[in-house]
């Protein structure tokens, strides 16, 4: 016998209710598309599609410059027990920003002491128990380090940095800075003054002492160094890559990268004054505020008259960051945040334009007759690609660029890694008298090998001396 379940005394109403339910969603669905469409656009100006409101909420208004300035090597004395890390943009940009903070209070506080010393102060900082050296792949100006520091308040652009010693204590910190041609000159900087301390270097080289190298401060052992040059005992693990030249040339293959290329320099492609081809491939593109020229291994542009040139509030995305005229640490901050948004821009239409692999890093910035020039170069994991050639140049004058250029290239980091020979014996067979203390490690620009590898390099003596000035 077929067995019998009673129904439920609710079947009736299931199916009344859901139809019921299914007709008020509709209807309910009906009125939020009306809603959508026109209740907002007709709540006053609060809906109104503006696209220029939407550009600028999502401008860069604060554009992060501090990771385009890095130490070449960084050196942590600890007890005694002396580590270094140099071919390492990660392990070196996380300590470098432990010690910025410092670094910039000390190069523009009023309330620290600065004493011109001799070479005696600053050779006595290398037998410190407790230390931290910096030395950056360039000299730049105090007021430069300070700025990519993130200060913004009283830069003084007055005294050269190649290296640094930070000397903290439970009572004080001392900040000794050392420039290319040997001036030495110290700040004291109170407790209160500085978040940075012995405990925080002894935590770093427990978290990160197993991606540092041992070094020593060579003691005159060498002929041809400074006897502060420090020197790593061991070998350097590094990785190789592959580079090529010439990728500029192959935006000619993608109208839509070209069109990019030309509106992020302001120009309209649909409006051009003139476009000449040259017999080699390259071209100029000629507009009334400017010229750009596509060669097969570089972008460059060029202002076409004194009124005229891509502006910094353009790159911006209409804001500056300055009020009025701004102070001059207001305007080079601004320049230094349109030369990196610019490039970031760049990078963004195909990386492989700006360096692939590799990065950009501040090796210059310096001013004369109002022009501003900032200069960079490029590294892998913060090592040079040496090359006479800046990576990338760009010149401002009164918040406008008067020229800009880009040396692309490419770089593919490869699986395998190379040792390097011991700095110690690369540099006890240098020269006396021929070579500066600058000895470090390098990827020679070569575009034909299947594989480069970085290796010890040092730069010939050059006594010409330079000298930037900005002034207030």
């Known amino acids: 016998m077929k067995q019998q379940y009673p129904k439920p005394a609710g079947g009736r109403m299931v199916r009344i209710v859901v139809p019921v339910l299914f007709a008020a969603l509709c209807a309910l669905t009906v009125l939020m598309v009306y809603t959508i469409r026109w209740g907002w656009g007709n709540a006053g100006n609060a809906g109104e599609f503006d696209l220029a409101r939407l550009a600028n909420e999502t401008r860069r208004e604060d554009t992060d410059v501090s990771g385009y300035l890095l130490p070449e090597f ?44 001799d070479d005696e102060t600053w050779n006595n900082c290398t037998s410190a128990e407790t230390s931290v050296y910096i030395r950056y792949h360039s000299e730049l100006t105090d007021g430069v380090v300070a700025l990519f520091a993130g200060r913004m308040q009283n830069l003084r652009f007055r005294d050269n940095i190649r290296e640094i010693f930070i000397l903290p204590s439970s009572e004080e910190t001392v900040v000794v800075i050392r420039s290319a041609s040997g001036d030495v000159i110290q700040y004291i900087l109170p407790v209160y003054m500085t978040s940075f301390s012995a405990n925080e270097i002894s935590r770093f080289v427990r978290s990160y002492g197993g991606g540092m190298t041992p070094f020593i401060f060579n003691e005159e052992t060498y002929a041809s160094l400074a006897w502060t040059e420090p020197i790593y005992t061991e070998t350097i693990r590094t990785r190789n890559l592959i580079m090529t030249d010439g990728t500029a040339g192959l935006i000619q293959n993608s109208s839509v990268e070209k069109e990019a290329l030309l509106r992020l320099f302001g120009f309209n492609p649909d409006k051009l004054l003139n476009v000449h081809e040259e017999a080699d491939g390259s071209s100029s593109y000629y507009d009334t505020e400017g010229i750009l020229y596509l060669r097969r291994s570089s972008f460059e542009y060029l202002r076409s008259s004194e009124d005229s040139g891509l502006d910094v509030n353009d790159i911006l995305g209409g804001f500056s960051g ?77 918040d406008r660029v008067l020229r800009a250029e880009l040396h692309t290239i490419s770089v593919r980091t490869l699986a395998d890694r190379s040792e390097s020979y011991q700095e110690w014996w690369f540099a006890s067979r240098l020269p006396a008298n021929r070579f500066s203390d600058n000895v470090r490690l390098v990827y020679r620009s070569d575009y034909l090998s299947e594989a480069v590898s970085a290796e010890w390099a040092a730069e010939e003596l050059n006594f010409t001396e330079t000298e930037d000035e900005y002034g207030e």
Request: proline fraction near 2%; glycine fraction near 8%; aromatic fraction near 10%.
């Open 74 to 117: 960084i050196g942590l004395t600890v007890s005694g027990k002396q580590l270094g890390v140099s071919a390492s943009y990660y392990l070196i940009s996380e300590l470098y920003e432990l010690l910025t903070p410092t670094i910039g209070q000390a190069l523009t506080a009023a309330v620290p002491l600065a004493q011109e010393m």
């Open 322 to 398: 300055r009020k009025g005229n701004g102070s001059t640490a207001e305007t080079l901050r601004t320049y230094v945040q349109a030369a990196v948004l610019l490039y970031e821009n760049l990078e963004k239409i195909n990386r492989n334009y700006t360096g692939g692999d590799a990065d950009i890093l501040l090796r210059s910035m310096s001013s004369l007759d109002g022009e501003v020039t900032l200069e960079f170069q490029y590294v892998l994991d913060n090592v040079p690609i040496a090359d006479d050639r800046a990576a990338y140049r760009i010149t401002f004058y009164n």
